[in-house]
């Protein structure tokens, strides 16, 4: 059996401890009673996180008669407790319909203050790169300045791919550290000694 739809009941603290107890077992009102004969033999699954009760089930309509159980019980015992709709499990996303989806590795650079997305633009000349950063920067993007290229942060694939478009220049991953490809001549940091 599958348990991908549920309902969530959370009730005041000071009710949370037997109100599993009571949704199963002895329940009071007649209409709870009926509500759960429906279910009779149906075996669905309950659980309990501090006061948030979780009631799992295998399709949306027998969801919705444990949601009905619950509510007319809670009713029964004049608890007040916020009954959520039915949710389902989303397979592909791995997680409940109700939940926002995960943050994304993106978001989570740009949360830390890096782009994840960076586009390499070259110049022929200093004067150049540095023009083409300064009208960056106004446009509003962080960028690093190189002596004849500038690297530009972005937040997405698709931006950093419009803006490589836009500018003739390459986008890739980016992230907290640039790597720079050295020159062929391992001595050209000392102005090209051993040439």
Do not use: C
């Not at 599993?20 to 009102?29: A, I, T």
């Not at 109700?98 to 070259?122: F, I, K, L, Q």
């Not at 419009?162 to 001549?185: I, K, S």
Request: hydrophobic share 35%; aromatic share 6%; charged share 35%.
């Amino acid at each position: 059996m599958s348990d991908d739809w549920r309902i969530r009941i959370k009730v005041p603290e000071e009710h949370g401890e037997g109100l599993l107890d009571r949704v199963g077992l002895d329940l009071g009102s007649d209409e709870a009673k009926r509500l759960a004969k429906e279910l009779e033999g149906r075996r669905l699954a309950v659980s309990q996180d501090d006061n948030e009760l979780f009631v799992y089930a295998s399709s949306q309509q027998e969801a919705e008669h444990a949601r009905q159980v619950v509510e007319a019980e809670l009713a029964e015992e004049g608890i007040e407790a916020r009954t959520s709709q039915v949710e389902r499990w989303l397979h592909d996303e791995e997680r409940w319909s109700n939940e926002p989806p995960d943050e994304t590795w993106e978001e989570e650079e740009v949360e830390h203050g890096h782009a994840p997305w960076e586009v390499r633009v070259e110049r022929p000349s200093h004067h150049e790169a540095s023009k083409l950063a300064d009208e960056l920067e106004q446009e509003g993007y962080r960028v690093i300045r190189r002596f004849r290229y500038v690297i530009v942060g972005t937040a997405s694939k698709e931006e950093a791919e419009a803006l490589a478009r836009r500018l003739h220049g390459e986008a890739e991953p980016g992230g907290e550290l640039v790597w720079e490809a050295t020159p062929q001549n391992p001595f050209a940091i000392f102005g090209g000694l051993g040439v």
